[in-house]
């Protein structure tokens, strides 16, 4: 009995849709380089310090060259999602849409000599939304990720800076995410921020936040419920 039981369990259990699992609320966001305290330090004059953050964005984002890109996933319409419904007929795998590292534009890496920024002082960092499954993130509408400096004095030692896309922006067409096994060549949009003149050797407490209509960002009990802070030192001699 035990076993016919076990046997008419398993035949419920898809191998691509988990049948139970911990959904998330609000989507996270994290920051890359990936560090172990969320703080981006670089001692401009000492390679070391700032190359193994260069060495991590290399790998992080060798899935985002446009060669493979445009070898694996698909041309989407802006603006839209791109939605795959099964309609009875398992559709596997599902197609996800380019992010083209190019799309990143002074911090894709390609071809720069200042290495994201970081051997002159003015470093990409690198904002990403956790993966939610069948989440339709924005709720229809544009949305977009602004940074801050938390405390007045670090809003004044932040300085300026850039974002690729223009404005921060996340298109709709990225979402929703089938999981894992579904979306098999999925890469998550991306949003990077080029610091161009952060006050050196000070700590710079930065938040950054994803402004969508279904996504909150005040939950003080979840820190990186649609935010991420994390601290920037720039140190020059």
């Given at each position: 009995?035990?076993?016919?039981t ?34 981006v ?20 984002l ?13 041309v ?5 999602y ?11 795998p ?6 083209n590292r190019?799309?990143l534009?002074?911090?894709?890496g ?48 932040l ?21 894992k ?11 990077a ?32 419920a ?12």
């Amino acid at each position: 009995m035990f076993t016919l039981t076990m046997w008419v369990m398993l035949q419920t259990v898809s191998d691509h849709t988990p049948k139970y699992q911990d959904r998330l609320t609000t989507p996270g966001l994290m920051i890359r380089p990936k560090t172990e305290n969320l703080d981006v330090i670089v001692n401009v004059s000492d390679t070391e310090s700032w190359d193994q953050h260069v060495q991590k964005l290399n790998k992080f984002l060798e899935p985002y060259n446009d060669s493979i890109q445009a070898q694996k996933n698909d041309v989407c319409r802006p603006g839209r999602y791109y939605e795959q419904p099964d309609n009875g007929v398992l559709n596997y795998p599902k197609r996800a849409c380019q992010f083209n590292r190019t799309q990143l534009g002074d911090c894709s890496g390609i071809g720069d000599p200042t290495h994201y920024g970081y051997s002159t002082g003015q470093p990409c960092v690198f904002i990403k939304m956790n993966r939610v499954i069948n989440f339709y993130a924005g709720a229809n509408q544009s949305m977009n990720v602004t940074c801050v400096g938390k405390r007045d004095e670090d809003a004044e030692n932040l300085g300026h800076f850039v974002m690729f896309p223009a404005n921060g922006s996340i298109d709709l067409m990225y979402f929703p995410y089938y999981g894992k096994k579904f979306h098999v060549n999925y890469t998550q949009p991306l949003v990077a921020v080029k610091f161009l003149n952060v006050t050196p050797n000070v700590e710079v407490n930065v938040e950054c936040r994803i402004n969508a209509a279904n996504i909150a960002t005040d939950d003080e009990r979840d820190k990186f419920a649609g935010r991420v802070a994390f601290k920037l030192r720039i140190n020059k001699t």
